[in-house]
């Protein structure tokens, strides 16, 4: 997902950092790999904590729905000596994927790859200039298909909650307007048209194409579903005592997993779908500090990290609790484009 800068803009729509991962020492010691054990990668993307987690003596099953990505990765594949699994999937399928005798521990790192915003080919990225695509897994419906056939509501609705654009009504209309004579079919058609509807002043820490660029990005690859599901198949492949740990960059992600987390720690939460008064089962147990953010020489190296957060607990011996996506309190977006609008 987005990895944002500190001044709330998301790197990965926009310009290139070299890849560094991020947190790297903070979830070593939330993880704890340790030889012998099993520990899934549910993001592999370069391979960073991959890498270090079979430094540390573990064996890693990673995934990785970009198809790029294995093939990059294979190198560390024989390098491993059978250690490493390196399989193409979305993490919403790691429990598919985890041995029968459940696993050690899983990590995920909520943020687009650098090398895919790299990628001009790609569509990722509003500073280089290619097909409006954005898939990860280069399959499906693409940006370019959204934004020439879903209706302006819908729009409006991807923009304003996926992006938190303000301008986000002004933009989908100018959207429609500019379709019906031509439609978009790379990254800079609609960034031009951005631009033009909201020009950037010279106050702006962001560019005006940041935010609906970050919002078809995650509609496109229904990546907020994805860290739910994946948090529920985490939940039912780790072992007692195994622990999960989630990097986030983004606010929407990290309310994803603070209510997972909170949802699981046997409180009485609840959404305003389904308001919860009993206590339940403790599923999880918080590792450390509620929430980690980057050190200030971290960020200074490496301004992915300004807006990274890091949630970890740790699994208990009661059941996996119920999958209802109600505990997000998400809007079902996925279902409001109708294509040929």
Do not use: C, W
């Amino acid at each position: 997902m987005a990895a944002n800068l500190g001044d709330g803009t998301p790197e990965a729509d926009g310009g290139s950092v070299r890849h560094i991962p991020v947190l790297l020492r903070e979830v070593l010691t939330s993880l704890q790999p340790k030889a012998g054990e099993v520990i899934l990668d549910g993001t592999f993307g370069a391979g960073g904590y991959t890498s270090a987690i079979l430094e540390a003596g573990a064996n890693v099953i990673a995934l990785d729905r970009d198809p790029s990505a294995i093939a990059g990765g294979q190198a560390l594949v024989k390098a491993n000596g059978g250690r490493l699994s390196l399989i193409h999937s979305q993490f919403s399928d790691l429990d598919q994927h985890a041995p029968e005798g459940g696993l050690d521990g899983v990590v995920l790192d909520i943020g687009v790859s650098s090398m895919q915003i790299d990628e001009a080919e790609r569509g990722f990225s509003f500073q280089r200039n290619g097909p409006l695509d954005m898939r990860m897994s280069a399959s499906g419906v693409s940006a370019a298909d959204v934004v020439n056939r879903a209706k302006v509501g819908d729009l409006i609705r991807i923009f304003g909650f996926l992006g938190e654009e303000n301008h986000a009504g002004r933009i989908a209309r100018a959207i429609e307007k500019h379709r019906a004579e031509e439609l978009f079919t790379t990254t800079r058609d609609l960034v031009n048209l951005i631009e033009k509807v909201n020009p950037r002043r010279a106050k702006d820490k962001i560019h005006p194409a940041t935010r609906v660029f970050q919002a078809l990005r995650i509609f496109v690859n229904d990546e907020l579903g994805e860290l739910a599901q994946a948090l529920f198949a985490a939940e039912r492949s780790l072992k007692p005592g195994g622990r999960l740990v989630i990097v986030s960059f983004h606010s929407l992600e990290d309310r994803i997993v603070k209510k997972f987390f909170a949802d699981r720690s046997g409180k009485a939460t609840g959404s305003r779908h389904m308001p919860l008064v009993e206590e339940r089962p403790v599923v999880f147990e918080t590792i450390g500090k509620p929430m980690i953010g980057a050190t200030e020489e971290e960020a200074e190296i490496n301004p992915r990290a300004r807006s990274a957060k890091l949630r970890a607990g740790l699994r208990t011996s009661a059941p996996a609790g119920s999958t209802n996506m109600s505990i997000f309190d998400l809007p079902d977006l996925a279902s409001l484009v109708t294509m040929g609008a």
